[in-house]
């Protein structure tokens, strides 16, 4: 007869509970089968990850991974989200994003939007790369205001975007506590991105217009997609974010605004990642740090933080753009499980130039898939409780508190754009993650990683171009553009030669010993567009001098066993030189060998080997 524990949980119940150190005795003996002879505490940060921001990434979390207490959604900290009901009773809002400049244009595809899926618009207005303000009307004629509600990206014609956005509402008679979406006023943000100098008196008049006749408009965005963009990391984009806040509050509460209904005014944009966990943990952190801010202003209840994640542009890639659609799944998951109010999923061609009905179509579904089929808004804040995600949230909001207060004692968000403090503290950031990516410590699929050649590109019609900036701006950055940079060269060079530049392997010994590394610079090469030929299959001293002149390369690479490499490298480094290798490498870690001139190998900066390659080949 089996005993029901008291909870009812019989689960396990006739098992030993494992202690920590049995776990770590059964890590330290698998380590040891791989060579590493570490113990105890050594053994678990063997398995640990480094992540941006001084954080890691352990092995195991237990209980005694303790964080402070969450409290309860709708509730200060708000941790757990901002309303008590998360998004439960409808699912996030779908927020599709639109750059067309033509109106006619933008109103068939919103009209598109709206019909299949999407619940809101954020629309571009003024400048080279929105519609002008007059042309809103056109562009939202036949859309249901009072069910769709509208977020502007206005900077360029904020003023007269804002006037013909209420008039549009009035003469479609939505009462003005019935509006509801974003006017998008950002200065700071616009600073970031253009280099100009903040003007806060627009924004701060049309904040008291909301707060006084429209409750459910909200007039400034807090963007930090500026610093994500520029190479930013999460306790950074964070840490800009609370420091372009507490500016705004200042201002509003300055004009004669409460903090409450300051707090009111604001809508904070994120970026998400297809690091789901990072992401979940950012927009938690976001919410605690928001409320902390709040209760030191002196009303912790107006701390919940309205937010929009918007997934990340920096993780798009031109090549193999399919696989885009893993990236932005994945960042959709990580801000609806993380409590986003809205989420918007960029189309996976965005890298490309103007997305088409079928790119917007998947990015409306992403969000429908994850709601309707997934479930993930049926749960309120459903990563709760998990021991990682509360001690990376909790870390996370360290670092960015740690940050914030840096700008701060620096003079405010302001200040630091203006001194290049922020552009100085990115470009530091973004050429260490430069570094990993050139590494292929981050890999990225189908760029740095299973790149394939024989893809024909994905074509697109050109997006228009936001401008050049007046004053210097802030940089746009993305993790394929290194690679990116060598496979326009390697494309120059088809059109040029009609041909790929080509790279020998020269495999020595049976499948088994050359398998691994063949496949392994075979992947290298191409990440570089360089076409490996490994014809024949296997070679030797006696018959690679022939092999490699048929294969029309004038670089080559071995690949095979260390045993083999030992006993041949020498001697078929010889022959390929004397056949007219103009770089023989060899795919292992660097050794004593005569006839090699390089190594590639895992960890090794591949944008520079590549770089060099191509350079030899004379790839211009």
Not at 116 to 121: E, I, P, W, Y
């Amino acid at each position: 007869m089996t005993v029901l524990p008291a909870d009812g949980l019989p689960l396990a119940a006739e098992f030993p509970d494992p202690s920590h150190e049995q776990w770590q005795r059964l890590v330290e003996g698998v380590l040891r089968k791989s060579g590493k002879e570490v113990t105890g505490t050594a053994a678990e940060q063997a398995l640990s990850t480094a992540l941006e921001d001084g954080l890691t990434t352990r092995p195991l979390y237990t209980s005694n991974d303790t964080a402070p207490g969450t409290g309860l959604p709708g509730f200060a900290p708000f941790t757990r989200g901002g309303r008590a009901e998360g998004n439960t009773a409808g699912g996030w809002d779908v927020r599709q994003r639109h750059t067309l400049t033509d109106p006619a244009r933008l109103n068939e595809a919103v009209l598109a939007d709206l019909e299949n899926g999407a619940t809101s618009l954020w629309l571009t207005v003024g400048g080279p790369a929105g519609i002008p303000a007059s042309g809103l009307a056109r562009a939202l004629d036949g859309v249901l205001l009072d069910l769709a509600p509208v977020a502007l990206d206005a900077s360029g014609e904020f003023d007269p975007a804002v006037r013909e956005l209420l008039r549009l509402h009035e003469e479609g008679g939505v009462p003005g506590e019935a509006v509801r979406g974003s006017l998008g006023g950002d200065p700071l943000g616009h600073a970031a991105r253009t280099g100009t100098e903040p003007d806060f008196e627009d924004a701060v008049r049309w904040a008291q217009v909301c707060a006084a006749g429209y409750p459910g408009l909200r007039a400034l965005s807090v963007d930090a997609l500026p610093y994500h963009e520029a190479g930013g990391s999460a306790a950074e984009e964070l840490g800009f974010s609370l420091a372009t806040g507490v500016a705004y509050l200042r201002a509003l509460t300055g004009a004669g605004l409460s903090v409450e209904a300051a707090c009111a005014q604001l809508e904070f944009r994120f970026a998400a990642t297809a690091d789901q966990f990072l992401t979940i943990a950012k927009l938690r952190a976001a919410r605690l740090l928001w409320a902390r801010v709040a209760e030191v202003c002196g009303s912790v209840d107006a701390g919940a933080q309205r937010q929009h994640a918007v997934t990340s542009s920096v993780m798009m890639t031109r090549r193999d753009p399919w696989v885009n659609m893993l990236r932005t799944t994945l960042a959709c998951l990580g801000a609806g499980v993380g409590g986003a109010e809205s989420v918007t999923v960029l189309p996976f061609d965005h890298a490309l130039g103007l997305p088409d009905a079928f790119a917007r179509r998947i990015a409306r579904n992403t969000s429908t898939i994850l709601m309707e089929e997934s479930h993930l808004a049926r749960v309120i804040d459903p990563a709760g409780g998990s021991w990682y995600v509360e001690r990376l949230t909790t870390e996370l909001a360290s670092a960015a508190w740690e940050f914030f207060q840096e700008i701060e004692r620096a003079g405010g968000q302001a200040v630091a754009l203006r001194s290049g403090m922020a552009g100085e503290r990115l470009a530091a950031t973004w050429a260490a993650r430069s570094r990993n990516l050139a590494r292929r410590k981050e890999p990225v699929t189908g760029v740095s990683e299973f790149p394939n050649l024989t893809e024909p590109p994905v074509k697109r019609e050109a997006a228009p171009a936001a401008g050049a900036s007046s004053g210097g701006g802030l940089p746009k950055v993305r993790r394929d553009e290194a690679f990116e940079a060598l496979r326009a060269r390697s494309d120059a060079h088809v059109t040029a030669s009609g041909a790929r530049p080509k790279v020998f392997l020269a495999a020595l010994g049976p499948a088994a010993a050359h398998t691994a590394r063949a496949s392994f610079a075979s992947n290298l090469f191409r990440a570089g567009g360089i076409e490996p030929v490994h014809e024949p299959v296997s070679v030797d001293a006696s018959t690679v001098a022939g092999a490699f002149a048929a294969s029309g390369a004038t670089i080559a690479c071995l690949c095979s066993s260390d045993t083999l490499y030992a006993e041949q490298a020498d001697t078929v480094g010889a022959a390929l030189k004397g056949a007219g290798a103009e770089q023989v490498f060899l795919a292992g870690r660097p050794g004593e060998y005569t006839g090699v001139d390089g190594y590639v190998f895992a960890g090794c900066d591949v944008v520079a080997v590549l770089s060099f390659v191509l350079d030899r080949m004379g790839v211009a």
